[in-house]
């Protein structure tokens, strides 16, 4: 008779795109998510809490004429009911369109304009990469149903003072802003207006975006016959005379010494395009705004070459560059780059309502601001660990957790051994991995005397390292004190280790 096969065991491990994250990594975050609330409470922005699952009909971003609308996000169908087809639904794959159909579904509960932050995870069906994974999370604040550029100016603003709060220095950090009306006026004055010019639009925006990655020759090839890559393949251009292209390079090129000049540069540009003059008048107001509040250009600038989600923002867009060098995986230096993008959205709305709402935002990529910060050495490598009570007696429990139970209502971090107490070694090992400040030991004669061990681990680390025999002596890291003087004893090691 043939044996039955044995279940296969699963695999213990993250689906790829995934990864865990432990004690000290979520403690951080959680403390910057902490600060950055606090700056976006500070300027009058109310938290929202939306749910990770919108319908697809909702995202509308990823819908791509297939079966199965799930291009880029997470997403399936329910089950039918009845003739009925069930409805598509999927992770979020951002915190504004989310914020959209809210806004759509309660705008006549809710305050206008309606200024929203939200924090959470966010899920993107795409290929993983190094440092690139599909679930991650985002720090937002936008503004819904404020037509006027003050508001982008608010956003600036707040985004230097996040940047600020968390632990970046001024002078490691620029927020830089340009404007999508100042490049459709520049594309009019190219000769791209109209409907029959919108592939070659098209062209040109995803050349624009391609900056940082191909450098001018590279866009300006795209922007003319098209451009061969190191593999062979060829990209068609955009198709513009050398004048027409010479118009879209300048804009890329604008910026110079002062936002002053760099503003009369875009608007030698955009001379006779409406829209084009529009777009300057607006970017002179932000800085103009910007400068009053105290937000000169060592903080927020002007900048041109600003071209991320050209094809998605109606006006004002921002991003928040660091401006430091870190060593690569290979040991060179490059600057970090970027850890925050906004900008001007007016249309998003508007596939709710049929209604033109006017809306600004940021998102902070909290993920990328606690890498830069470890990158800079302001993250603490470890974190503080309980304090240890150990247990020398089981059948003395009740004493162990009466002492850790004075602790914790004194503030302190502490938890007594729950493992095999048989070992005492172990327990010691369980303290050390937790890395524990302190260890408590009360056996039956400490308990007889009315006393208590103190275990220094921090002291006692320092020593293993660096003291000689002497030393041991002369500065011992365990010594017993009364009982009721734990709490002190407990206290006077964290204040000096902290």
Not at 45 to 66: C, H, M, N, Q, R
Not at 74 to 80: M, N
Not at 160 to 170: M, Q, T, Y
Not at 410 to 422: C, D
Request: proline letters at 5%; one cysteine or more.
């Amino acid at each position: 008779m043939a044996k039955p096969k044995k279940t296969p065991r699963p695999k213990a491990q993250t689906p790829k795109g995934f990864r865990d994250y432990f004690g000290t990594e979520v403690t951080h975050r959680a403390e910057m998510l902490n600060k950055i609330a606090a700056v976006y409470h500070r300027y009058g922005f109310d938290a929202l809490e939306s749910s990770g699952v919108e319908t697809v009909e909702a995202l509308g971003k990823f819908l791509p004429d297939v079966d199965r609308p799930n291009e880029g996000v997470f997403a399936w169908q329910e089950d039918a009911e009845g003739d009925k087809p069930g409805d598509w639904l999927a992770l979020r794959y951002d915190l504004t369109a989310p914020l959209a159909r809210v806004y759509a579904q309660h705008r006549n509960d809710l305050p206008m304009p309606y200024r929203r932050y939200a924090m959470g995870p966010v899920w993107r069906n795409e290929k993983p990469g190094p440092g690139r994974f599909r679930q991650f999370y985002q720090c937002d604040a936008d503004t819904v149903g404020a037509p006027s550029v003050a508001a982008d100016a608010e956003i600036c603003a707040m985004l230097a003072d996040c940047l600020e709060e968390v632990g970046i220095a001024r002078g490691d950090y620029v927020v830089r802003v340009n404007n999508r009306k100042v490049l459709n006026g520049v594309l009019e004055v190219a000769g791209l207006a109209g409907d029959d010019k919108e592939a070659e639009r098209g062209i040109v925006l995803r050349a624009i975006d391609k900056l940082d990655r191909l450098g001018p020759e590279g866009v300006r090839a795209l922007l003319g016959e098209g451009r061969k890559d190191e593999s062979g393949d060829f990209t068609k251009g955009a198709g513009l005379g050398e004048a027409q292209a010479e118009v879209v390079m300048g804009f890329m090129q604008a910026k110079r010494e002062t936002g002053a000049e760099t503003v009369a540069r875009l608007r030698d540009l955009v001379t006779g395009s409406e829209v084009g003059v529009q777009g300057v008048d607006e970017l002179q107001l932000i800085s103009d705004l910007l400068a009053a509040g105290g937000y000169g250009p060592d903080r927020v600038e002007i900048d041109p070459s600003v071209v991320r989600g050209l094809g998605y923002y109606t006006g004002p867009v921002f991003e928040a560059e660091l401006t430091f060098e870190i060593k690569d995986e290979k040991g060179r230096a490059r600057n970090f780059g970027s850890v925050a993008g906004g900008g001007r959205y007016d249309d998003l709305v508007k596939r709710f309502t049929g209604q033109e709402v006017p809306a600004t935002g940021v998102s902070i990529g909290v993920d990328r601001l606690l890498a830069a910060l470890a990158a800079k050495g302001r993250l603490e490598a470890e974190a503080t660990g309980p304090v240890v009570v150990t247990v020398m007696d089981r059948d003395r429990m009740a004493d162990y957790q009466a002492m850790v139970a004075e602790l914790r209502q004194a503030g302190i971090r502490a938890e007594v051994y729950l493992g095999n107490p048989k070992n005492f070694g172990n327990q010691m090992k369980y303290a050390d991995k937790r890395q524990s400040p302190v260890v408590v030991i009360e056996g039956g004669d400490e308990k007889d005397r009315g006393v208590v061990q103190i275990k220094d681990m921090v002291l006692g680390a320092q020593l293993a390292q660096e003291a000689s025999h002497d030393e041991w002596k002369e500065r011992p890291n365990q010594y017993e004190v009364p009982r009721g003087d734990l709490i002190k004893a407990v206290r006077d090691i964290l204040d000096r280790t902290s």
